[in-house]
């Protein structure tokens, strides 16, 4: 069935195409009503083909009132004349959301969803048409480079489609009386802003949010001297900002942000419209306080955050008495910030000064500043070691950020009664300690984040509201009942505390519905409740490192939205269900480890396509390791860090994205991944009770950056093909029943940082080759039966290269001339001559003469003997050295 979604679109330029080929003649008023017949009819026709979803026509002729009924001018949506009573225009845009392109007032005049159609070339022939608005309608493919012809148009929208430019934009120039240009979130990758845009004087709004443009803004824009808003964010904008562009007198409104760009020049100070100012996330560097003028009169927002600026912050005091909001985080700002910064900016409702971490914040408390914050952004720069008292006076606040501030103190009363407003709270990783009181009161409170302090006491009483609660990293104890019923948590994190306490069931399936929780390394007990028909919601599990029993419950089954499981170190028991593999389709990390699980490795393991760290370890596992752990598909590939999916790795609270995190054993040492999981494979079998060879297969996990399968009764050799693990860094088979020679394939692995081959069965020469002369002689011992370097004591019979790497023709050559007699006499001689050669001078003086005749004679005497007797000595001597 065809529904509106698609109709709208063809039925409306059909109209419109239809509309304006009517006579002239036609333009009478029929009847003392101001809509047509004719065109009255040709929208009652519209609508009768239409589904109309939205109830946007329901207007449409259906009045008692024979006016409302006759004059289609008076319909919903349609848009008539005032002069000629025709019908030039119609809205029928579905429902948007408000929060899409706020910099629009005219948003909603986009249509819904045209199904990735392309926007039809028959519109081009609409030359009348003054009003475009096919924004947020999901079209796809080419801009029609005909739209040139109507050159009538003085608004044109088309932001948010999947449109693509390869050409240019030069079909622009043909809008003379262009106001509005929105070209936003389309994809004009590479495209250049063409110089014959300046030629539309009477554009007032121009914005290109989004694009993929590139290269430079090019001065031609200074001619454009009716511009008020001026959006070209998240490009790849290059270079300075345009001398040109301080002509614009009238710009308000100017958004660059997240580009490319390296320079504002003298002239933007000269802007005096300017409003808003947004220079964020670009390459801009230099000297913070001679680089900038913030003599703006009419200034309001000030964002020039993620750059590369240095040097102390100039005076914001000079800045306009209008300004709301300034914002100058993650620069490379020092120095202090005093009240004398902050004294005239009365209206000041955000400041953002964060991660500038050589940036002092001291304000007297007892000079009340003018301003009431309700946004205040403080993490990483220096406010303590005490509490900043000056908050005192800010009893409006909405958002407050003082994570990581170097403060020592307990938190002072008045602050909790000051911020009854708040809906989001972090004073994360200071080190703050104290009861949290009560906070049931704040009723806006969504996100609270306390982590890494030294807190103590039960945790606090929170209101319905709260969305977030990381606690993390604290001493709390006590008992979880107050988190338990929370309708709108999505995100608890209580990880790193001292609790120690048995979790009811009940509470257990609410907690289920939350999207993540981490209670690891604590030492809650109790059981995972066994309801099926529990929902589950959790996409993140962390439980390792506490005393939770019983089997793996089925009322995981229902987590098909699971990422990140991991139930490792605790007092699980029983078998891995067959289900897991088959409901948990999106896992990406599954960690078992060090319980007391049992029977063999389900096949359903398999059909973990995503799956990147696979860690069942230290458990009683038996049986054979599957085979068709080859169908890992993930594994079977390199991880490109370019492309990696984040989603597996991220979880969402109410103010933003954070990287989630896992234990992971690394090269024998456990430790916490954040950033680095995405990019981590690996598979730990170890300890635990596998039979069988190891499954060629395996070799097919190309992508595998760790292998662990020691500590298990696998027999038979090491596969020879093992060179196909290219990026392969830690391999550990150790412990096992392995026979065989060692591959020299092994070599191969230029990755291999790590490599335990001990206590096994294999025989033969170790492969003595330059990428693996790293390894000592622990990665070998245990195997009786092997021999060669690095093992000292266990040379090869057969080896050309004896311990320490000397030729072992060499050693047989020394071996004959140690058994020739002939060789100790000639040595014996050649000493005798070289020494009479040095002293010979010497018997010129009589008594030396004889003193060291005498002395020659003995040890010439003591010599022979010598070698004589210990010839088998002087040997091991000779090869030593």
């Not at 604290?474 to 979880?480: E, L, P, R, V």
């Amino acid at each position: 069935m065809v529904t509106s979604k698609s109709l709208i679109i063809f039925f409306q330029i059909s109209l419109f195409l239809i509309l304006s080929i009517i006579p002239s003649s036609f333009e009478e008023i029929i009847n003392g009503v101001k809509c047509q017949e004719r065109e009255r009819q040709v929208l009652l026709k519209f609508k009768s083909q239409l589904i109309d979803d939205y109830g946007r026509l329901s207007t449409w002729g259906t009045y008692k009132d024979d006016d409302h009924e006759k004059d289609c001018c008076k319909w919903e949506g349609v848009i008539c004349d005032n002069g000629t009573n025709r019908v030039v225009g119609l809205d029928l845009g579905g429902p948007q959301d408000d929060d899409l392109s706020p910099s629009s007032p005219l948003r909603d005049l986009g249509f819904d969803d045209f199904n990735e159609t392309q926007i039809p070339e028959f519109i081009c022939s609409l030359e009348k048409i003054q009003h475009l608005n096919l924004g947020y309608s999901s079209f796809l493919g080419p801009i029609p480079h005909c739209l040139a012809n109507l050159s009538k148009l003085q608004f044109l929208d088309l932001n948010r489609n999947q449109l693509h430019e390869t050409s240019g934009l030069d079909w622009l120039s043909s809008f003379e009386s262009l106001e509005y240009l929105d070209l936003s979130e389309n994809n004009l990758h590479g495209i250049i802003i063409p110089q014959a845009l300046g030629n539309l004087t009477y554009l007032s709004h121009i914005y290109f949010t989004q694009c993929g443009l590139k290269v430079r803004i090019p001065d031609a824009l200074g001619k454009l001297t009716s511009l008020s808003n001026f959006d070209l964010s998240q490009n790849s904008l290059e270079g300075k900002f345009p001398d040109a562009l301080g002509k614009l007198t009238f710009l308000s409104h100017l958004d660059l942000s997240y580009n490319n760009l390296e320079g504002i020049p003298d002239a933007l100070w000269n802007i005096t419209s300017l409003s808003f100012l947004d220079f964020s996330h670009n390459q801009l560097r230099g000297e913070f306080n001679g680089l900038l003028n913030l003599s703006l009169p009419n200034l309001k927002v000030l964002d020039l955050s993620d750059n590369m600026f240095t040097g102390h912050v100039p005076n914001l005091s000079s800045c306009s008495s209008f300004v709301r909001s300034i914002n100058l985080g993650s620069n490379l700002l020092e120095g202090l910030i005093s009240e004398a910064h902050l004294f005239n900016l009365s209206k000041l409702q955000e400041l953002d000064l964060s991660f500038n971490s050589n940036l002092t914040v001291k304000i007297n408390a007892f000079l009340n500043p003018p301003f009431q914050l309700e946004t205040l952004h403080l993490a990483s720069c220096k406010l303590g070691p005490y509490f900043p008292r000056w908050l005192q006076n800010q009893e409006k606040m909405e958002v407050l950020d003082i994570s990581y501030a170097n403060i020592s103190d307990s938190v002072p009363d008045w602050l909790w009664d000051n911020i009854h407003m708040c809906g989001f709270l972090d004073m994360s990783h200071n080190k703050l300690y104290g009861v949290v009181p009560v906070l049931s009161s704040m009723y806006n409170l969504m996100i609270i984040d306390l982590r890494s302090n030294e807190f103590n006491g039960s945790l606090p009483l929170l209101p319905p509201a709260i969305n977030t609660i990381k606690f993390s990293g604290n001493k709390f104890s006590g008992t979880i009942t107050n988190t338990c019923y929370l309708r709108n948590l999505h995100v608890l994190d209580l990880s790193n505390n001292l609790f120690s306490t048995h979790i009811p069931q009940d509470c257990f399936i609410n907690l289920m519905s939350l999207r993540y929780m981490n209670l690891a390394n604590n030492n809650f007990s109790g059981e995972i409740p066994n309801s099926i028909d529990s929902p589950c919601f959790v996409s993140s599990l962390h439980l390792r490192n506490n005393s939770f029993t019983g089997e793996i419950s089925r009322s995981l089954k229902n987590c098909n939205e699971m990422t990140i499981l991991d139930l490792g170190e605790n007092k699980f028991n029983g078998k891995i269900p067959d289900w897991l593999g088959e409901s948990m389709l999106e896992l990406a990390v599954l960690s078992l480890k060090s319980n007391h699980l049992y029977g063999r490795l389900p096949s359903s393991l398999c059909r973990l396509q995503n799956i990147q760290v696979l860690d069942i370890s230290m458990n009683k596992i038996s049986g054979t390791i599957p085979k068709c752990l080859k169908n890992l598909t993930i594994l079977c590939s390199k991880i490109d860090p370019n492309f990696v999916s984040h989603r597996f790795f991220i979880y969402v609270d109410a103010m933003g994205f954070y990287h989630d995190s896992a234990y992971i054993v690394w090269k024998g040492k456990e430790a916490e991944c954040t950033k680095i999981l995405r990019l981590l494979t690996i598979i730990d079998l170890s300890n635990n009770n596998l039979i069988g060879e190891i499954p060629r297969e395996l070799i097919s996990l190309v992508g595998l950056i760790a292998l662990n399968l020691s500590g298990n009764n696998l027999v038979g050799s090491i596969p020879r093909d093992i060179d196909q693990l290219k990026n392969l860094n830690f391999l550990d088979l150790s412990k096992n029943n392995l026979s065989g020679g060692i591959p020299s394939t092994l070599a191969q692995l230029s990755h291999l940082g790590v490599l335990d081959l001990s206590f096994n069965n294999l025989s033969g020469k170790t492969p003595w080759i330059d990428d693996l002369q790293a390894f000592n002689a622990s990665v070998y011992i245990g195997n009786p039966r092997l021999c060669g370097p690095p093992l000292i004591l266990k040379p090869c019979p057969s080896d050309k290269t004896p311990v320490g790497n000397v030729d072992e023709t060499h050693n047989q050559e020394h071996d004959n001339i140690f058994n020739s007699k002939g060789f100790y006499v000639s040595m014996a001689l050649g000493f005798i001559v070289a020494f009479w050669g040095v002293s010979g001078t010497l018997f010129l003086n009589k008594w030396c003469r004889i003193t060291i005749g005498k002395m020659l004679i003995c040890v010439e005497d003591w010599l022979y003997i010598k070698i004589m007797i210990s010839k088998n000595r002087l040997k091991r001597y000779l090869k030593q050295c």
